[in-house]
């Protein structure tokens, strides 16, 4: 864990923070959640930490803030490292199954629907996100499920997302169950845990904007905008559960099972927050 050790300094400075003074995690468990209200407030955040840039610019993730790390990203999207991920997606989304049938048989005739996802069902009680809905679709059809993280579902979803650019998120939150959910995913978020004892929020929404070794941490506003993301790191595409993933094991804590309730609920919560702002996905990373 060496980059622990060389990122003391940073990491001391996030301990010394007042428990949460620059968070929404006060009213995480307060039972009238109210998710709008969490939206607007997470907006304010960062307009007053950010005042010269525009909310709907954060759907770039870090390289809205950091001006010389954004150049090397729109150089990168030249020849974007995504852009075989999102033709072999296409490909398999348009390879029938052996039953005949395909994925436009699930979706309809649009595959940009992900600004829709994750979405509650409210007759099995949970979330349900983009990678669940197209492994159902394959099972239903007689195919074998998919791994969840990366490999063809990421570039089935990668396929996806780059149909549904420039469309906004609508994510719906509108029965009792489904705030619990979000409620779930809320708390989760603004929860510390690992050996660090650091919750998301600590590094961005607290400290963000900081280094973190080579990395700078991105504001939350807009993490769910650019998924599945090809990362320079992983040589490949993969989804945001994998990312919750390593964030996790970041600050030592035991990372969850992708698709598990506990990251359904975060992903359904940190969306949420990204709710009205333009997609643009698959994205590229360092
Ligand atoms: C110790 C600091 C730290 C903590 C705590 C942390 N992260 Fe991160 N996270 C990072 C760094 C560094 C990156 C990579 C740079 C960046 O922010 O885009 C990152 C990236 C991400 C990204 C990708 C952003 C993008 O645009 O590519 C997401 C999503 C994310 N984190 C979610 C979470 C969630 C959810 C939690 C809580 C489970 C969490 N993080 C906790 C440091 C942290």
């Known amino acids: 864990m060496k980059w622990i ?38 907006r304010n955040l960062y307009q007053q930490k950010f005042p010269n840039i525009g909310l709907a610019d954060f759907k770039d993730g870090v390289y ?11 150089e990168l ?43 509650f069902d409210q007759a099995r009680g949970g979330v349900v996100t983009l990678e669940i809905a197209i492994n159902e679709c394959r099972e239903e059809n007689g195919e074998a499920a998919l791994p969840w993280l990366v490999g063809e579902l990421a570039q089935i979803s990668a396929y996806m997302a780059y149909n549904s650019r420039g469309k906004n998120f609508d ?39 900081q280094m973190l070794r080579a990395e700078r941490t991105s504001p939350s506003l807009g993490h769910a905008t650019q998924w599945p993301v ?3 790191r992983w040589q490949y ?9 390593e964030c996790n094991i970041q600050v030592r804590a035991v990372p969850f099972e992708a698709q598990s309730e506990e ?7 940190l969306t949420y927050m990204s709710n009205g702002m ?7 990373r360092r």
């Not at 990251?263 to 919560?269: A, G, P, S, V, W």
């Not at 333009?278 to 590229?284: F, T």
């Open 5 to 42: 050790n060389l990122s003391a300094l940073f990491l001391a400075s996030i301990i010394a923070v007042p428990a949460q003074a620059d968070s929404l995690a006060d009213s995480a468990a307060n039972p009238a959640t109210n998710p709008e209200a969490d939206r607007q407030a997470l």
């Open 64 to 74: 809205a803030i950091d001006a010389k790390m954004r150049e090397q990203w729109l």
């Open 77 to 119: 999207e030249d020849f974007p490292p995504y852009e075989i991920a999102i033709d072999e997606g296409e490909e398999l989304y348009n390879t029938p199954f052996a039953n005949g049938k395909s994925y436009a048989d699930c979706f309809g005739d649009d595959p940009g629907i992900k600004h829709n996802y994750p979405l």
């Open 171 to 209: 994510i719906k939150i509108d029965s009792p169950e489904a705030v619990a959910a979000y409620a779930d995913g809320k708390q989760f978020y603004y929860t510390r845990r690992g050996q660090m004892n650091f919750e998301c929020g600590s590094c961005h929404q607290q400290k963000v904007g």
């Open 230 to 232: 090809y990362r320079g």
């Open 237 to 245: 595409v993969g989804n945001i559960q994998k990312r919750f993933q």
């Open 263 to 269: 990251y359904r609920n975060l992903e359904y919560f």
């Open 278 to 284: 333009e997609l643009n996905g698959p994205g590229s």
